[in-house]
T-cell receptor
Framework: NAGVTQTPKFQVLKTGQSMTLQCAQDMNHEYMSWYRQDPGMGLRLIHYSVGAGITDQGEVPNGYNVSRSTTEDFPLRLLSAAPSQTSVYFC??????????????FGSGTQLSVL | QQQVKQSPQSLIVQKGGISIINCAYENTAFDYFPWYQQFPGKGPALLIAIRPDVSEKKEGRFTISFNKSAKQFSLHIMDSQPGDSATYFCAASTWQAGTALIFGKGTTLSVSS
């Protein structure tokens, strides 16, 4: 049982490049979310999904897109990378669609640097 | 507007001492208050959680104290150990479907031996 798997672990981009951060979970969780972690800022929610085909914006959604075509996968797309998007990104999932009131399982993170 | 305020930002405690981290919230609709623990290079992991129908919850050396009237809750780590050195996040959410967990900014705890 792998849990929440994020790839890649590290990525360096140039300003303006696009890329997709991958997130997959094998626990049949309905709720999935993306957070970014910056020093002194804690964890801030980017986007979340309460089920396949349903997504919504979090606190800091600008510059990011998501989709949820399957229960297992929840990729995060950076459309045109900016230095302000340099951060550590975490994907998290929980069992039910109420999501926030359940134990969140986090991936190990993707460290992204935008030059 | 920061919905969950956490303090202190960093904390140094001697081995065997008590570590106390505090959080305050503004939204009275919050009804779930978890604490997450994060070690360097890892994702956060749920440590302990409380709902507002109780004032205290204890799991081993970790205790959450909850004060609904003051809109505050705190994490107490008894007999702190070097292995407890980590970043701790408080969080809060409502029971409404589709709402998200709001995290505090985190407290970096160092337990010196």
């Amino acid at each position: 049982n792998a849990g929440v798997t994020q790839t890649p672990k590290f990525q360096v981009l140039k300003t303006g490049q696009s890329m997709t951060l991958q997130c997959a979970q094998d626990m049949n969780h309905e709720y999935m979310s993306w957070y970014r972690q910056d020093p002194g800022m804690g964890l801030r929610l980017i986007h979340y999904s309460v089920g396949a085909g349903i997504t919504d914006q979090g606190e800091v959604p600008n510059g990011y897109n998501v989709s949820r075509s399957t229960t297992e996968d929840f990729p995060l797309r950076l459309l045109s990378a900016a230095p302000s998007q340099t951060s550590v990104y975490f994907c998290a999932s929980s069992l039910s669609w109420t999501g926030a009131n359940e134990k969140l399982f986090f991936g190990s993170g993707t460290q992204l640097s935008v030059l | 507007q920061q919905q969950v305020k956490q303090s202190p930002q960093s904390l140094i405690v001697q081995k065997g001492g008590i570590s106390i981290i505090n959080c305050a919230y503004e939204n009275t609709a919050f009804d779930y208050f978890p604490w997450y623990q994060q070690f360097p290079g890892k994702g956060p992991a749920l440590l302990i959680a409380i709902r507002p129908d109780v004032s205290e919850k204890k799991e081993g050396r970790f205790t959450i104290s909850f004060n609904k009237s003051a809109k505050q809750f705190s994490l107490h780590i008894m007999d702190s150990q070097p292995g407890d050195s980590a970043t701790y996040f408080c969080a809060a959410s409502t029971w409404q479907a589709g709402t998200a967990l709001i995290f505090g900014k985190g407290t970096t705890l160092s337990v010196s031996s």
